[in-house]
């Protein structure tokens, strides 16, 4: 350890006397606290007007007096009042639970007595470049503060300390032995630029970036309120992921996510980004009041957008003007109205809006659809002689017996399609009819029907389509429909129902329900569970008295869907008749009736030819063999297409909502002014805001890049700052406002937000310019003294340790074990081992965790699905936030449930054994192994004294299991990863319980 | 003397990494946080929330309306129920709906209690009744947050967190604030871990949930092949390698952890001792009316006692089942029958263990039902319900036989001596010996409370013992 040395001590309390005393960081907390809650920003609640966050409000005479005469402590109220020693008199008053300290009343007397001078809050100022040497700017800074204070940093740590240190901070887990000796054997001088640029490129950078960005933005899957089921977001998780292994600029990272779907030409990116306005918790709750929804929507994304972009927390003026800073209640309002263009239910299930194949599905798709076309009969027919003349030949044969043709059911003809404003009926290749445009919540869809012959039953259909949200359901909601009502007109007049049939009822639903005549009842087919949505619905009807259609004539149909469940509409069907009383659904459907009609015409006309040509084509057995190999394709093709992933994005409405200044939050007075969307006033001026029209997401976007915006680029970069020592260098992370914490090194903060600007918002860069700087390198170790006299390291003068997040906890444990999944990037979220029952509280519906399978078990953990009620309880031990709200600063705890976690739940025991048997597999003795298992988890070489403790409890345990060889096999049994090949179970038993010992070891999950 | 104390177990158990080091710093500058407690001492040490989830009827339980009862089938007045929030019954015509139970006096104060409490009517004298309760979320979700954390804005620390935080603990081998639930009676609403999060107080604060099955705390049980011997060898060879870890470098976060494998350890086994009702005698099982290992609430009331007999500070009792939209006559004497007598046995056996005087027991829901019928027909039920409600408390401070505040003779508001639930969060702090204006705690630069910034909250006097 080096000697430091003090000339006088770092705290501002003993600088009081010598110099002058700073506004920002010892004078402007000290009113910010004790007095603005009564005398500051916020009117409603200022007391006696006075108001003191302002030179104006403190100078102000009073009527022969004023708070705050600079220069004259004994004529300044302010002193009088704070000194006071009658009750009557004191500030701040008894009632306010706050008094001021000596330290800080001599404070506030020095402050005045050097003139009381004002300045505007730090954060609010505009951000400055200072000079420093190129290449050493961090250090520079951060030399200069420890010359100030007259200490000096610690030395470098040591390179495997070094290593480490920056594969967890830039990858979330350990180097691997490998990795440790490579470097540790790179003795040229750029070793550590090249370690740093090998882990900048490694993909586990990106998962890494993005635990930090996804607990800003509240990413999760399911929506938090109520029954808090789940919401199709992951790819925009994927996203940000790609985002920081691609360097995407944080210009386009913010633009992206606020208004991507606002683009021109938005890219499936872009989109995918747009997801992140959909983030917010939501509810589906019956008896939950839209409007009182909207208006906790509204707060949601204004609490988010401003602290995620910047480092503010507009969300306490939802109610009043902010106590501590220049937010007012309108600024709120306004920030919430840029909100308005979201598509959105109020309350009610969230459906995903946009589909987002892989590349792999979108190339598989493109390529399907080129085989269908060009493979289809009709390009057969075109293209090879041989074919078509074979199919002439069944063509002949076929107009010869076509007129023998008997079947039951012919396909309806269609037209006149009817539905309500804004949803779209159109008719389909394969004569169905396909609903598209705004899902109705009730609906009755009406259609003429021809068919020429005898209709004694009429036949509906319905049929799934690739495009609806629930793959494989009925309807565009959650995949079920009710038909409540059924209606055939022949001109005018009511034909009656008698009968209906269907070939498959939702319990309480039955077929008889759609032609009762109630509006409350009706027919449905459970397509909203997985069970229900298999193949197609059929119901047919039955005529009282059969009628017979001519050529022109038609009926008219309707089908209603008026049920309470909004949007349970057949979303794509088709319809049938026959001649028949007796209903047979399985009797296959035949030519419609103009086939017949063409093939019974004693003379054709041109187009009857062509239909029959047409048709005819459609059944030839000539083309069964190409028709079979299409279908097949067509069946692939639809199962790409609804296999692939769906997520919530944006999705502007042309209309947007109203939003009011509502008074005190109260959603339920409509008697405040409508709020167009605004950026906070009191920033307006320096940020040039001028929007003509109504502003948008996108302007909001880049207004929060704007060069002038002072908080954006000093919020990220302080955030930045903590991920690679710990701590901002503001210290409240999440707060950059009055009640933060004056910056430790406000010039480098400056430095670094100007650079990652000018530097073109470049993530990367700065974290190279973090990692590259002798600071970052600086050991862990705190001697007494400095503990003593910097317990929170504002100077920077070591390096910070602590324990890793959750995620990276569970993510070393399985790398250790060999048997974390980490080639692929992205995808659905994963379900790995979690207690039973552990949702047993969720509702509506009661649901299982439904465990992964295979390789999903061991994927890294930012996969895991995230519950908002329930978080996987080992996650929510390692405090992994529950992701309703923006978190900035992970707690660090140091609790029980951590030891029973690391001690007890599957997927750390799993992870001991195999990890133990890693250990067994290497060369040498059982210290050899042991050895090796030390440095493979510390990334040092093991002490005498560590390795006689794992010899001590594998000797113990080899003995115990050899004893109980049962108990060696029960102990294996722990998940699903096989026990070692040629280990016998006492052996990897006893192994397992070492690597127990050492996963367990706080060196294993800390970084230092 | 408290004071002293207090700071010192704070210190002790705050080794939250720079959290503690800047607490550390906040202490070496004199910068002690304020002194929270109250001027007289504290009547209770330890809180037992029976937590009646879905918002049971005042009207069938607490809150008599024999007025009510004449209007049964007439329209509701909209003079009362103009521009108010209403759940489901939005849009539909308002009927009265009259006491679908009789009730009578009890006990020498002559509390009005319904008929389907006969065993909460052989103590009226014990309890305190409050029939003036509101709150200001209508939802279940929301009006659970709201009833625990004074605020539906999720993120915040529940009461149980904050008494932890404000008092400690008082046992070595079990958690501080435990959580346990049932189920029966009435449609089971969610219930979100969230009721029972720390939010920004320190994770240790929060809540643990006890379960029925399978291990009673999330893998309290050891790993299949590891016998506790075993495991306590695991546990001294990973301390062995930790105390070696820190004898190099020095981190106070290392000497937590080693005391945390040691707490973990002693759980192992504390927790099913408790769980373990062997020791129980026939008697009081059948006091109870409790089957062990059923996780009824009857059994959870037995376990709350042993909780509580072994210095668990805050327990709250879930059970889910009040929600009766519909069927409100026969739910309520439904579910009134499974917590009824347990609720009651609960209090004796704290009086005959001479617990019950520095033991609070609350029973009471995060909202009440509309005195307007729902759904209609042969069997109606009523509507989530939050300007007027009832609940009772009893032990720790609180009067017996009192009945305090009162709704309209709808049922409807709460018209005197309102309880807001900030003024009942300020009335248990207060019983616990903690001022709630001066219980802060520093989040995003603010000073919060459970009672919120809004000021005007009150302290319930009138039931004080």
């Known amino acids: ?1008 | 003397m408290f004071e002293t104390t207090n700071r010192r177990t704070f210190l002790n158990q705050s080794a939250v990494g720079i959290g503690a080091l800047a607490l550390q710093k906040q202490l070496l500058a004199g910068e002690l946080p304020h002194g929270y407690h109250t001027a007289g001492p504290a009547k209770a040490k330890r809180v037992i929330f029976l937590c009646m989830a879905g918002g049971p009827s005042h009207l069938e339980t607490l809150d008599y309306k024999p007025t009510l009862a004449k209007m049964d089938g007439k329209p509701m007045p909209e003079s009362i129920t103009k521009g108010q929030p209403i759940a489901q019954l939005q849009g539909k015509p308002l009927t009265c709906l009259g006491p679908q139970w009789e009730f009578a006096k009890y006990g020498q104060s002559g509390q009005e209690i319904s008929s389907q409490l006969p065993f909460l009517s052989k103590m009226a004298d014990d309890i305190a009744i409050v029939r003036s309760m509101t709150t200001k979320q209508i939802n279940h979700d929301p009006a659970h947050t709201f009833m625990n954390c004074g605020t539906q804005i999720s993120g915040r620390p529940c009461m149980g967190s904050w008494i932890q935080y404000g008092l400690g603990s008082e046992t070595k081998d079990l958690p501080g604030f435990v959580v346990l639930t049932s189920v029966g009676g009435g449609q089971n609403q969610p219930l979100a871990s969230r009721q029972w999060h720390s939010g920004f107080l320190p994770s240790k604060y929060q809540g643990v949930r006890f379960h029925s099955k399978g291990d009673p705390v999330l893998y309290v049980g050891n790993p299949k092949g590891v016998a506790r011997g075993d495991q306590r060898q695991v546990i001294d060879a990973v301390n062995a390698l930790n105390e070696i870890r820190n004898g190099r470098v020095d981190d106070p976060e290392i000497e937590t952890k080693i005391s945390q494998y040691e707490m973990a350890f002693r759980m192992q086994a504390s927790v099913p001792e408790l769980v373990d009702l062997k020791g129980e005698s026939k008697e009081t099982l059948e006091m109870y009316g409790a089957t062990p290992g059923d996780g009824s609430f009857a059994s959870n009331c037995l376990l709350a006692r042993r909780l509580a007999e072994r210095g668990v500070r805050f327990i709250q009792l879930y059970h889910r089942g009040w929600d009766h939209h519909g069927g409100v006559k026969n739910g309520v004497a439904k579910t009134a029958k499974l917590v009824d007598q347990a609720s009651w046995a609960l209090v004796q056996d704290l009086k005959q263990r001479g617990m019950l005087e520095d033991t609070l027991v609350i029973w009471g829901g995060e909202f009440g039902r509309t005195p307007m019928s729902q759904g209609g027909g042969a069997n109606p039920g009523r509507d989530h319900h939050i300007k007027g409600f009832s609940l009772w408390m009893a032990g720790g401070g609180v009067k017996g036989g009192v009945t305090y505040g009162s709704t309209d003779d709808f049922g409807y508001n709460a018209v005197e001596n309102e309880v807001t639930v900030h003024d009942f969060h300020a009335t248990m702090l207060h019983l616990l010996g903690i001022d709630h204006h001066k219980f802060t705690y520093k989040f995003q630069g603010l000073d919060m409370k459970l009672t919120g910034v809004e000021g005007g909250v009150k302290i319930v006097k009138d039931i004080l013992a």
């Not at chain 1, 030395?155 to 350990?174: C, F, H, N």
């Not at chain 1, 989109?271 to 918790?281: C, I, P, T, W």
């Open chain 1, 1 to 1008: 350890m080096i000697v430091r040395q003090f000339l006088f001590l770092f705290l501002v309390v003993t600088s009081v006397k010598a110099v002058e005393v700073d506004f920002q960081r010892e004078v402007r907390p000290i009113l910010s606290d004790k007095c603005f809650f009564c005398h500051g920003f916020d009117p409603e609640t200022r007391e006696a007007d006075l108001r003191l966050d302002t030179p104006e409000g403190a100078y102000e005479d009073l009527g022969g007096y004023a708070a705050v005469v600079p220069g004259k402590v004994e004529e300044s109220e302010l002193y009088r009042r704070i000194t006071s020693k009658k009750k009557s008199e004191i500030m701040p008053t008894p009632e306010s639970h706050k008094s001021l300290s000596a330290k800080e009343i001599e404070i506030l007397k020095k402050w005045i007595e050097q003139g009381a001078g004002y300045e505007e809050h730090w954060a609010y100022q505009p951000v400055k470049k200072e000079e420093a040497p190129e290449g050493e700017e961090v250090d520079h800074f951060i030399t200069e503060g420890w010359e100030k204070s007259e200490v000096e940093g610690s030395e470098q740590a040591d390179k495997a300390t070094l290593i480490r240190r920056l594969s967890w901070d830039l990858r979330g887990v350990p180097p691997t032995s490998e990795e440790t000796e490579a470097f540790l054997n790179d003795s040229s001088p750029e070793a550590w630029s090249a370690q740093v640029e090998r882990f900048l490129a490694d993909p586990k950078y990106g998962e890494r970036m993005a635990v930090w960005w996804l607990d800003l933005v509240r990413y999760a899957d399911t929506i938090g309120y109520h029954s808090d089921n789940e919401m199709k977001v992951s790819p925009y998780r994927d996203y940000v992921i790609n985002a920081f292994n691609t360097n995407k600029s944080f210009d386009d990272f913010t633009i992206e996510q606020l208004a991507g779907d606002l683009l021109e030409n938005p890219t499936l990116e872009q989109k995918v980004a747009s997801g992140y306005n959909r983030l917010l918790q939501t509810t589906e709750e019956g008896g939950a009041q839209e409007k009182e929804y909207r208006a906790i929507y509204a707060a949601d994304r204004v609490r988010n957008v401003s602290e995620v972009w910047l480092g503010s927390t507009i969300g306490c003026a939802q109610c009043h003007d902010h106590k501590y800073d220049p937010f007012t209640a309108k600024d709120f309002h306004a920030m919430a109205a840029f909100f308005d263009d979201l598509k959105e239910a109020g309350i009610g299930k969230r459906r995903p809006n946009l589909i987002v194949p892989t590349a792999e599905e979108s190339a598989r798709v493109a390529q399907l659809k080129k085989e269908l076309e060009s493979g289809s009969v009709e390009a057969l027919v075109k293209r090879d002689p041989q074919f078509r003349a074979k199919i002439e030949a069944d063509r002949e044969r076929w107009l010869a017996e076509g007129k023998l043709i008997e079947t039951t059911w012919r396909m309806g003809s269609l037209s006149d399609l009817k539905a309500p404003n804004g949803t779209k009926l159109k008719i389909q290749k394969d004569g169905s009819v396909l609903e598209s445009g705004k899902v109705p919540d009730q609906a009755s869809y009406g259609f003429q029907l021809r068919s020429q012959g005898t209709v004694a039953a009429i036949r509906v259909d319905a049929m799934t389509d690739p495009s609806f949200a629930e793959p494989g359901g009925f309807s565009r909601s959650n995949g079920n429909f009710v038909l409540t009502g059924v209606e055939v007109k022949q001109n005018d007049k009511t034909l009656k129902l008698v009968k209906a049939e269907a070939n498959f009822e939702q319990k309480d639903y039955p077929a008889s329900h759609a032609i009762d005549g109630k509006k409350e009842t009706g027919w449905a087919v459970g397509g909203h569970t997985r069970e229900g949505r298999k193949g197609i619905r059929q119901i047919a009807f039955v005529l009282k008295e059969p009628v017979t259609l001519s050529g022109e004539e038609s009926l008219t149909v309707t089908l209603h869907f008026q049920s309470k469940y909004k949007g349970h509409t057949m979303a794509r069907f088709a319809v049938a008749v026959s001649g028949d009383s007796k209903v047979d659904l399985k009797k296959p459907v035949g030519p419609p009736a103009e086939i017949m009609a063409a093939l019974e015409a004693p003379e054709r006309s041109a187009e009857q030819e062509t239909l029959l040509r047409k048709y005819h084509l459609q059944i030839s057995p000539e083309a069964a063999g190409v028709r079979n190999k299409m279908e097949a394709l067509q069946a692939e093709l639809e199962k790409v297409q609804s296999g692939m992933r769906r997520m919530l994005v944006s999705e502007a409405i042309a209309e947007p909502r109203v939003t009011r200044l509502l008074h005190r939050g109260n959603w339920m007075d409509e008697s405040g002014e409508v709020v167009m969307p605004a950026v906070p006033e009191f920033l307006k001026e320096d940020t040039s805001w001028e929007i003509e029209g109504r502003a948008s997401r996108l302007d909001l976007a880049k207004w929060i890049l704007h060069e002038k915006n002072p908080l954006t680029a000093r919020s990220t970069m302080n955030r930045l700052w903590r991920i690679f020592f710990g701590r901002g260098l503001s210290g409240n992370v999440t707060d950059l406002g009055g009640q933060g914490q004056v910056p430790s090194h406000p010039e480098l903060l400056d430095w670094l937000s100007v650079d990652f600007r000018e530097g073109g918002w470049d993530f990367k860069r700065m974290v190279r310019k973090i990692v590259m700087s002798e600071a970052y390198q600086q050991r862990s170790e705190v001697d007494s003294l400095m503990r003593e006299k910097d317990p929170a390291n504002e100077l920077i003068a070591r390096q910070g340790r602590w324990r890793v997040e959750a995620e990276f906890v569970r993510d070393s444990a399985l790398q250790l074990a060999g048997i974390l999944k980490d080639d692929e990037l992205g995808g659905e979220s994963v379900k790995p081992y979690q207690p039973d029952g552990f949702w047993q509280h969720l509702n509506f519906p009661k649901r299982t965790w439904k465990q992964s399978e295979g390789d999903d078990l061991y994927r890294r953990s930012l996969y895991t699905f995230w519950c908002r009620s329930f978080l996987h309880p080992s996650m929510v031990a390692f405090d992994a936030p529950s992701r309703e709200e923006c978190s900035a600063e992970r707690a660090r705890s140091n609790i029980p449930q951590q030891a029973l976690a690391m001690l007890n739940d599957p997927i750390f025991v799993e992870a001991s054994r195999v990890f133990g048997a890693r250990l067994a597999q290497q060369d040498g003795d059982v210290r050899a192994k042991i050895a090796w298992g030390i440095h493979e988890a510390f990334s040092r070489e093991g002490h005498e004294e560590e390795i006689a403790v794992l010899e001590q409890i594998y000797q113990a345990q080899k003995e115990k299991f050899e004893n109980e060889p049962e108990e060696a096999k029960a102990f294996l049994s722990t998940g699903n990863w096989p026990a070692p090949e040629g280990l016998s179970p006492e052996e990897a038993a006893a192994w397992g319980q070492v690597g127990r010992v050492i996963l367990n070891a706080y060196e294993t999950t800390s970084r230092f």
